[in-house]
């Protein structure tokens, strides 16, 4: 895999549907001027992904599109069949994408980096329209300023999402405690109107309408009769029925269900809604509170930026998550709620309405709305954590509450051929991570930093003000191009002089046009009047750095394994028998630190670990004794400058451990 390899590009973008600077059509025109200045074969044209769009398909020749699809939503169609498509085709050189808030726009900007490296890994140059990453030569290892940047970047995309989701639920909020709605469709038996600040009703709002007006609301008053009739009915079938007989019931009767001849999307995928009833429609309609006249937000807390709490938004929980890491809709007790008075006098009797809810709540177990606890897989120095003595792998083992590694040699050997070495888990990771921050804040890391931001805050100055400029520019150009072709072959055609002069005249100054917009092009591509001011940016990153170190704490060491993986850490342990009162324990005497592709400090056993092996093989003991080399030395690593092999300043430090 070569950076420089020239072989197919593809594009993907993921669209809300939206208004953006520039549509996909012209974005993949972007992408065709791109791929021929690389030099990298490209199918696709502004007619391919509009045509996608009108049929909704995900993928045609090497356009990838996810549309109408939210940027945190990380499981994606296109995107999915994308990753397919460039581990089995080695061709793949060049991915086209508009901006990296279109590749992903996760709460947590180690998801977007992560979803970058996945194609870089595999030799895939990344081209932006603002910027292109190459793809990483084999066995290189991301360097760590580049890392940072693009963190960066991606976090930035987040926080816009994080603005948003505040404004919205602080809006929400007031909406709810005004007893209006918070948007969306109004529930079975409800029409939506638009309401005046003190809640005169105005007009009834068509489905899906959406009215902007001052001082007027949306608020959700009784709908038709019909509805209310078939309401009174459900509720008080269920005093005397279960919720799956009442629903059976009605799917007999062929009355269609609320939300029949409806589309949804599911997983990306449309389908229609069937009018079948189902127990959960018939207990929502029966529990809604605006029967009793009361409004309720916050019954369920969604999404994975801020999370509703009756005073404002908090940030997400761990138990906001589901084990796979996604965020989950989360079930707010009654207490929680914002309850309020609707426009409207009660429905139904509110004391017997308050028996039939506990009474469905009783028949429906106490199964809802309880959170599930999260259990993290939780390894993060899974095979990069070694017992010097020995030169085996030290392996995971749950111990007390926590866990800790011991050597996989005397656990595989029923402890005959190697001691009872070990080493508690976090703090082990702990140390591991403090390692790469020392790293990071080291003058040489510091001065590498510095100067790849300066590039960087050079090449950004010129984007933020010029880059919808230039990518306009770009499409102009293919255009212009486009219509100077067309002009050259009319002139071929042209059947009087009085024709060829004319026509001339066009191609003249569609070739003048050509070479302007190439060179205004040129100048912004170039344009480097920025104002410097990369000792701020240097302290950015540098908190950054800091933060992410933070971040893999406190999410119960998950990240840890995903910075330990990216910056390639080591661990080396030595141990030596200590005395300690009257027994004698294995205690850690020191060790070596590796980062990036700097060697190990030992030969690492590559040989078999099965216990059986492990046994027969078992004449060479060495029982907690020290390998004949002991002065390792650490060698060269990847980042700082690297090229005076400066040491790490870890080694040797039992202090911490
Ligand atoms: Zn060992």
């Known amino acids: 895999m070569s950076r420089t390899r020239k072989g197919r590009g593809v594009f993907y973008t993921r669209d809300s549907g939206g208004k953006h600077e520039m549509t996909p ?39 990838f599109l996810d549309y109408e699809v939210s940027g945190n939503a990380l499981s994606r169609q296109a995107l999915n069949a994308l990753i397919l498509e460039a581990s089995e085709d080695v061709n793949i050189s060049h991915l086209f994408i508009p901006r990296r808030d279109r590749l992903a726009r996760p ?6 980096v992560k979803f970058e490296n996945l194609f870089r890994a595999q030799g895939i140059a990344v081209v932006f329209t603002d910027r292109t990453v190459a793809g990483f030569e084999k066995g290189q290892r991301i360097d760590i300023s580049e890392l940072i940047m693009s963190i960066i970047d991606y976090d930035h995309a987040g926080k816009d999402r994080r603005d948003l989701a505040q404004k919205m639920v602080y809006t929400q909020i007031s909406l709810a405690k005004a007893g209006f709605s918070t948007g969306g469709r109004a529930p079975f038996g409800f029409r939506r109107w ?14 899906k309408e959406y009215v902007r007006m001052a001082h007027h609301h949306v608020v959700w008053l009784p709908g038709p009769e019909d509805d209310m009739a078939l309401i009174h009915r459900i509720l008080s079938m269920l005093t005397t029925q279960p919720a799956s007989r009442v629903a059976a019931t009605l799917t007999r009767e062929g009355i269609p269900s609320p939300d029949a001849g409806r589309t949804r999307k599911d997983q990306g995928i449309r389908h229609s809604i069937s009018g079948d009833w189902h127990q959960n429609t018939v207990t929502n309609i029966a529990r809604n509170p605006l029967l009793v006249a009361m409004t309720q937000y916050g019954v369920r807390s969604m999404g994975d930026q801020l999370r509703y709490t009756p005073t404002g938004p908090r940030e997400l929980r761990e138990d906001d998550f589901r084990p796979d890491e996604k965020p989950k809709v989360v079930r707010n007790p009654v207490e929680a709620r914002t309850v309020a008075a609707a426009h409207f006098e009660p429905l139904v009797d509110a004391a017997a309405h308050r028996d039939l809810i506990a009474e469905l709540d009783a028949r429906g177990g106490t199964q809802r709305g309880k959170p599930r606890s999260r259990t993290p897989a939780q390894n993060p120095l899974g095979a990069r954590i070694f017992d010097m003595n020995c030169c085996w792998p030290m392996y995971r083992q749950p111990y007390q509450n926590s866990f800790r590694y011991s050597c996989g040699r005397y656990q595989q050997s029923h402890g005959e051929q190697c001691a009872h070495n070990h080493v508690n888990g976090a703090v082990a990771t702990q140390f591991g991570l403090s390692c ?3 790293k990071l804040v080291s003058p040489s890391a510091m001065q590498k930093l510095k100067r790849r931001l300066a590039e960087l805050t050079q090449q950004k100055k010129a984007i933020p003000s010029t880059a919808r400029d230039l990518s306009g520019k ?6 212009v191009s486009k219509d100077l072709e067309r002009a050259a072959s009319n002139m071929a055609l042209a059947e009087t002089p009085a024709q060829f002069k004319a026509l001339s005249r066009v191609f003249d100054e569609l070739t003048q046009r050509q070479a302007a917009l190439k060179k205004e092009i040129q100048t912004l591509e170039v344009s480097t009047d920025a104002v410097r001011d990369t000792d701020a940016e240097v302290e950015a990153a540098m908190n950054l750095a800091e933060r992410l170190v933070d971040i893999a704490k406190s999410n119960g060491m998950e990240y840890a394994g995903d910075i330990f993986r990216m910056t390639n850490l080591k661990l ?12 004698v324990l294995n205690k850690v005497t020191g060790g070596v630190v590796t980062l990036g592709d700097a060697a190990p400090p030992i030969e690492i056993y590559a040989g078999r670990t099965d216990r059986g092996s492990v046994k027969a093989s078992g004449s060479v003991s060495r029982r907690g004794t020290e390998p004949a080399a002991t002065h390792a030395s650490p060698t060269r690593n990847q980042f700082g400058s690297g090229e005076e092999g400066d040491s790490l300043r870890n080694v040797n430090r039992d202090d911490r451990i």
């Open 194 to 207: 638009l309401a005046r600040d003190d809640g005169t009703p105005v007009r009834e709002l068509a489905p």
């Open 474 to 479: 770009r499409v102009a150009l293919v255009q």
């Open 572 to 583: 080396f342990f030595r141990f030596a028998p200590v005395p300690s009162g009257k027994r």
């Open 107 to 112: 709460h947590d900007p180690m998801d977007g």
């Open 25 to 63: 059509g012209q974005y993949v025109a972007w992408a065709q001027t791109r791929a021929k200045e690389l030099g990298v074969t490209f199918r696709g044209t502004p007619e391919t992904i509009e045509q996608m769009i009108r049929a909704g398909t995900f993928r045609d020749g090497d356009v």
């Open 436 to 438: 790469i921050r020392q």
